[in-house]
């Protein structure tokens, strides 16, 4: 997220700002009537963690993950502002309210699990947000906070930075409002649900508009709202008081009037609630498939193939002629035509190094969905060799492995790479430069002992790594009388010594030494 703060606030104060900044619109895309909306929210309630709400029904689905998270905004409020991170604020109870400021982010993407930062952050009342929304097109977080860390009857427009845990304000605000939302042109919206109102708010001032009567009155907390940046529809999550349940509403942004859609169970709370644009036109087409991206091993030449979508975004049957943009690390690469279904590959050259690559088709409608991978250009580094297997047959040892990938994920230069293999005890060369991924060895004819392979990777340019087998016991029997040497051996395997009671309670012998000299013992 950028640096959104004008400058940073002293002790957390609030400093008066004055700004113009206008909102890029979010596009406004068909997603269609028939199409209930996908809210993101945080539970404030007992089931603490990230939710997604649907304006159809009651059905929430948790997405936290694994992790429990250990957040509340149960006296305050946040926004999400991606998929995958949110910020927000968490007041508690008490004479002396304590403060905290929460980051959260869901790692490897939105399903998470989600890790959170908790910071605790004394008594000041300047970061205590009762509810924020997201700005896209600004990059910005704006709230209604507290001026008094004791009570949220004195409230200002301010933005937040989530990061530095800072809020510059804009202006103070004449009345108490309980949730802000803002459209898709970027102007904000608050609900006064303790007076029934619905209002707007210019962010340049503070200057506030009434629009009209909610037809509700609802004073519990928390409340939210958010605006389908697709439909701008204005949803709002309340309840009458500490006692009902929490309602979804639709509110009229001309009017004011809000529509009770369903009642949450009891003891449910939500805050946060923001709602992501849709990706796509419902006719746009859907996402390409199949996409793959490798390196060919010439020059900087990268081959990309995917299969052109022949579902719409929506899931509708697509025909006919599509276009298609490639774009690398965000910026657009090659574009070409194809046909709904068809198969496409295209080669591009791209600098050493990983890359996203993205594909998009799009037609009338506009474009549609992207499929996403990741290429390492040029030839990567290997990792170890995997797989490592020991197979005895009589006196046959054969060892076989998997040869190794690129530790970015890439292309290997099979010319630069060669492997190593050694016999222990001994350490006995095997075979040296060899290029296949298996090698049969010849065991001594020597008394019952332990033996190993150890295989290295062996690659121009690189450090060697290597993966040695598990034991297997081959050999003649000794002779009586027996008589061993165990200073010349590293391990009781190689003295003869094998496992045959695998017991916890089984004494076990075991290489002792002391003074110098090594000896077996139990």
């Excluded at 198969?343 to 594909?359: A, I, N, P, Q, R």
Aim: aromatic share 10%.
């Amino acid at each position: 997220m950028k640096k959104i703060l004008l400058q940073s606030l002293a002790l957390l104060g609030m400093g008066l700002v004055t700004h113009s900044a206008t909102a890029t619109p979010v596009k406004r895309i068909d997603i269609g009537e028939d199409t209930p909306t996908k809210i993101y929210a945080v539970s404030a309630g007992s089931t603490k963690g990230v939710y997604t709400l649907s304006t159809a029904d009651a059905n929430t689905d948790k997405i936290s993950g694994s992790t429990y998270i250990q957040y509340s905004f149960d006296n305050s409020g946040g926004t999400f502002v991606s998929k995958e991170k949110l910020y927000g604020t968490k007041a508690t109870d008490g004479l002396v309210p304590q403060i905290y400021a929460i980051t959260a982010t869901a790692e490897g993407g939105e399903d998470g699990p989600w890790s959170h930062t908790f910071y605790k952050y004394g008594y000041t009342g300047y970061i205590i947000a009762k509810d924020m929304t997201y700005v896209a097109g600004e990059d910005k977080i704006y709230g209604l906070f507290r001026t008094n860390p004791y009570n949220d009857l004195y409230q200002s427009l301010a933005v937040y930075d989530g990061e530095k845990v800072e809020a510059t304000k804009i202006a103070d605000l004449a009345s108490t409002y309980t949730a802000i939302a803002a459209d898709s042109k970027g102007e904000l919206y608050a609900v006064s649900g303790n007076y029934g109102k619905l209002v707007k708010i210019d962010k340049t001032n503070g200057a506030v508009t009434e629009i009209g009567s909610l037809g509700v009155v609802m004073q519990s907390t928390p409340q939210s709202a958010a605006i389908d940046p697709a439909t701008d529809k204005m949803y709002w999550v309340a309840g009458a008081n500490a006692y009902s349940p929490q309602s979804m509403f639709e509110v009229d942004l001309t009017t004011g009037a809000a529509t009770k859609l369903y009642d949450f169970p009891m003891g449910t709370k939500f805050q946060a609630l923001w709602i992501p644009a849709p990706e796509a036109d419902k006719n746009a087409p859907g996402a390409p498939e199949n996409l793959s991206a490798r390196f060919t091993g010439n020059g900087k030449n990268v081959q990309i193939s995917f299969t052109a979508p022949d579902k719409t975004f929506s899931g509708n049957t697509l025909q006919g002629e599509l276009d298609y943009t490639v774009y690398v690390d965000g910026v657009e690469n090659t574009t070409g035509k194809t046909t709904a279904g068809a198969e496409e590959s295209v080669t591009v050259e791209m600098e050493e190094g990983s890359h996203k690559v993205d594909v998009a088709c799009s037609n009338a409608k506009g474009k549609g969905q992207s499929a996403s991978t990741t290429v390492y250009a040029g030839f990567d580094t290997p990792a170890n060799i995997s797989a490592l297997t020991l197979d005895v047959d009589g006196n046959s040892a054969t060892i076989s492995w998997t040869a190794p990938e690129g530790v970015n994920g890439g292309l290997v230069d099979e010319s630069k790479l060669s492997y190593t293999v050694t016999r222990n005890p001994g350490n006995v060369e095997v075979a040296s430069g060899l290029k296949e991924c298996t090698v049969t060895d010849e065991l001594p004819d020597d008394f019952y002992t332990e033996y190993t392979y150890t295989v290295t990777v062996k690659y121009e340019g690189a450090d060697d790594q290597s993966l040695t087998t598990s034991g297997t016991m081959y050999g003649k029997p000794y002779t009586i009388p027996y008589s061993q040497n165990f200073d010349e051996v590293t391990s009781l395997g190689q003295a003869g010594f094998a496992m045959q009671n695998g017991a916890a309670n089984s004494p076990a012998w075991t290489l002792g030494e002391a003074d110098g000299n090594k000896f077996a013992e139990i």
